[in-house]
């Protein structure tokens, strides 16, 4: 029996079918992904899901929920009261014994600091305690400790003082704190860096709730999902498998409906030349064509063409110097805070350059040095010529609510140019789907993936040979993504990216600069998986070299009596163990191999995941060998 049931879903935003007679089955264990372009309706369907039975939010259809389970649900933005504590937070979701939770736990918070009247707060405490036991409540709130504790966040914080990847963990624990048997999420990896990311793929998979959840990061799509479904013009498409499968099964269908539709265009072209020809409709055989070409008329203007794709352009104008910036032995610290220390680089025209760490690692400080914008507590920074410097900022700073797109785009002029070319305004939003009439629209009536587009169409109106991007593929779709990715290869200039999309990060850029922990900074050639790869060659060969740094068992001549120390079974083990560690270690190496082979994410995602997922397994293993070999050794008399 299915968690959830959507059938024949109707959803329309103004004259636009978001669903159209859609259905969807979300069975037990299921993890499944859902895709499709911006404003096709993919939070609306989460939300009315989310709603639970009934039609709910729906124009017309039904979802059906299985009676008894529990859903969790975390929007895109989540809502919460900034005066708040992360605790009270995450228990608001608990229903009744949320507010008895969050008195209990301030009443203990003010005991423990020794603020207010001992007496009454003793009095207060017992009287909670007794209701919270009558309630029931102690397993909610075991739950939500536990919750907390998982996502690293301090209960007593204020929900005010949180960053945003610290906001979309709490909503991620008040989401788990009831132990929901489905869980929906809608972008969950916004805000969140790549170590969080990464986590939370874990977590998910671990735990084994059911999930359907949408996102735009493909490497985290291909390592949860068991299953894509696809909202596209108001039906939903069903793709068994990995994104790969997917594109590939998705351009089939694409073809063969181009093929369809230009065999429907061709008839209706001949049956309109036969019906001006003037034939008398009246006559018997000629009715059954009359009432064809009716038919088919209707069915043209019935039908829903695909939403057309965003035309990305960009102009690199002028060419900068050869030489961009170049650092030597840079230094800078916030109060007794290092954020980059004793940091070195050179950076050329046309480096395509991202920038990892986990968030509050100082990215943007390091960025704002290597631009000539902030300088550095010691070293030197030497800037280039010529250059002109284009920001894409991930909060929408830039965006001012109650302008209008077009003023956004070209202020005071209803003309951009674009490569030595003039174009209308209008035109040249059109060019990232958004229709003519909302040129005049304010800002505040965008969604979260049209205020990206409007703001890489802003970006990309005006030249600039150095291109900082700050978290662009934020709420943008895929199949954005995938153009804005071939648009920054061709890019002539020298480009800055700062992103925990480890595919984007990985189709880009041409080397890595990445935070190593207190300040330190380090550069490596090519993207996210080299730089992971190279990471777990370190691993290994500290692992090797732990290893090596141990005489092997059967060179030791233990004393008699202390081997007695051992059953003959836990000897033939010491024995054995350099042997398995080897053996461990040489298929650590050849998946190491593997996986620094690029094209294998391209060519077999799901066995790049795979080897990557052995790997881990990998390491684990040889480090519970190697304890359990230090352990026997010493307990034989052979300590390391």
Same mark, same amino acid.
């Given at each position: 029996m299915p968690y959830l049931k959507l059938s024949a879903a109707c959803l329309a935003y103004g004259h636009v079918p978001l669903l159209d007679h859609a259905d969807f089955l979300l069975d037990p264990g299921e993890r499944v992904a859902l895709i499709g372009r911006n404003g096709t309706g993919k939070s609306s369907l989460l939300a009315a899901l989310a709603a639970g039975s009934g039609k709910g939010r729906l124009d017309d259809g039904e979802v059906w929920v299985q009676p008894g389970i529990r859903v969790g649900y975390v929007p895109q933005e989540p809502p919460f009261d900034t005066e708040s504590t992360v605790f009270e937070a995450v228990v608001s979701g608990m229903g009744e014994v949320a507010q008895l939770l969050a008195a209990y736990h301030e009443v203990s918070h003010q005991m423990a600091e020794g603020t207010g009247d001992h007496d009454a707060l003793l009095a207060r405490m017992e009287s909670l305690q007794h209701e919270l036991e009558v309630s029931g409540a102690w397993s909610y709130e075991a739950q939500a400790e536990r919750v907390i504790d998982r996502f690293g966040l301090d209960p007593d914080a204020g929900v005010g003082t949180l960053s945003g990847g610290q906001k979309k963990r709490l909503a991620l624990a008040q989401a788990l704190a009831v132990a929901p048997e489905v869980l929906l999420l809608d972008e969950p990896t916004n805000h969140l860096d790549i170590a969080a990311i990464e986590w939370l793929e874990n977590? /998910?998979?671990?735990?084994? #709730?059911?999930?359907?959840?949408?996102? @735009?990061?493909?490497?985290?799509?291909?390592?949860?999902?068991?299953?894509? #479904?696809?909202?596209?013009?108001?039906? /939903?498409?069903n793709f068994p498998g990995s994104y790969g499968q997917y594109q590939q099964r998705k351009e089939q269908l694409l073809h063969e409906e181009g093929l369809a539709n230009a065999r429907a265009d061709k008839l209706l072209k001949e049956e309109e030349v036969w019906i001006r020809k003037g034939v008398e409709a009246r006559r018997t055989r000629a009715v059954f064509r009359v009432q064809r070409l009716d038919k088919l008329r209707a069915e043209r203007q019935a039908r829903r063409e695909r939403m057309g794709k965003v035309n990305l352009q960009l102009d690199a104008g002028d060419k900068s110097g050869k030489l961009v910036a170049e650092l030597e032995h840079v230094s800078k610290s916030y109060g007794e805070r290092p954020i980059v220390r004793d940091f070195s680089i050179r950076i050329q025209r046309g480096d395509k350059i991202g920038v990892i760490g986990p968030n509050g690692a100082g990215k943007t400080t390091l960025l704002r040095m290597i631009l000539g914008e902030l300088q550095p507590d010691q070293g030197v920074v030497r800037q280039g010529t010529k250059i002109d410097v284009a920001y894409f900022d991930q909060f929408r700073t830039q965006l001012n609510p109650d302008s209008s797109l077009a003023d956004v785009?070209?202020?005071?002029?209803?003309?951009?140019?674009? +490569?030595?070319?003039?174009? @209308?305004?209008?035109?040249?939003?059109?060019?990232?789907?958004?229709?003519?009439?909302?040129?005049?629209?304010p800002v505040s009536s965008l969604s979260g993936g049209e205020r990206n587009r409007l703001l890489l169409a802003r970006l990309f109106a005006r030249p600039a040979n150095v291109l900082v991007l700050d978290e662009p593929t934020n709420d943008l779709d895929i199949e954005t993504l995938e153009l804005l990715e071939e648009l920054l290869q061709n890019y002539d200039g020298t480009l800055f990216l700062v992103s925990h999309d480890?595919?984007?990060?990985?189709?880009?850029?041409?080397?890595?600069?990445?935070?190593?922990?207190? +300040?330190? $900074?380090?550069?490596?050639?090519?993207?996210? =998986?080299? $730089?992971?790869?190279?990471?777990?060659?370190?691993?290994?060969? =500290?692992?090797?070299?732990?290893?090596?740094?141990?005489?092997?068992?059967?060179?030791?001549?233990?004393?008699?009596?202390?081997?007695?120390?051992?059953? $003959?079974?836990?000897?033939?083990?010491?024995? %054995? /163990?350099? +042997?398995?560690?080897?053996? /461990?270690? %040489?298929?650590?190496?050849?998946? %190491?191999?593997?996986?620094?082979?690029?094209?294998?994410?391209?060519?077999?995602?799901?066995?790049?995941?795979?080897?990557a997922e052995r790997l881990a397994v990998i390491d684990d293993e040889l480090m519970a060998l190697l304890e359990r070999w230090e352990l026997l050794e010493a307990r034989a008399g052979n300590p390391a």
């Open positions: 977590m /998910l998979i671990e735990t084994g #709730v059911t999930l359907f959840f949408i996102t @735009h990061d493909r490497s985290f799509l291909n390592r949860v999902c068991t299953r894509i #479904v696809e909202l596209d013009r108001g039906k /939903l498409v785009i070209s202020p005071g002029s209803d003309y951009v140019e674009i +490569g030595g070319a003039r174009k @209308h305004v209008i035109g040249y939003l059109e060019d990232f789907l958004f229709a003519p009439e909302r040129a005049r629209s480890r595919t984007f990060l990985d189709n880009v850029v041409t080397q890595t600069i990445a935070a190593e922990g207190d +300040g330190v $900074w380090r550069e490596y050639a090519g993207g996210y =998986s080299d $730089w992971a790869s190279y990471k777990a060659s370190l691993g290994r060969e =500290s692992v090797r070299e732990k290893a090596e740094a141990r005489p092997p068992a059967k060179a030791v001549e233990p004393a008699p009596a202390k081997v007695d120390k051992l059953s $003959w079974k836990e000897a033939r083990e010491l024995e %054995g /163990l350099p +042997g398995r560690i080897a053996a /461990l270690e %040489g298929e650590q190496a050849e998946l %190491g191999l593997r996986l620094a082979d690029a094209s294998l994410y391209q060519s077999d995602p799901p066995a790049a995941q795979k080897a």
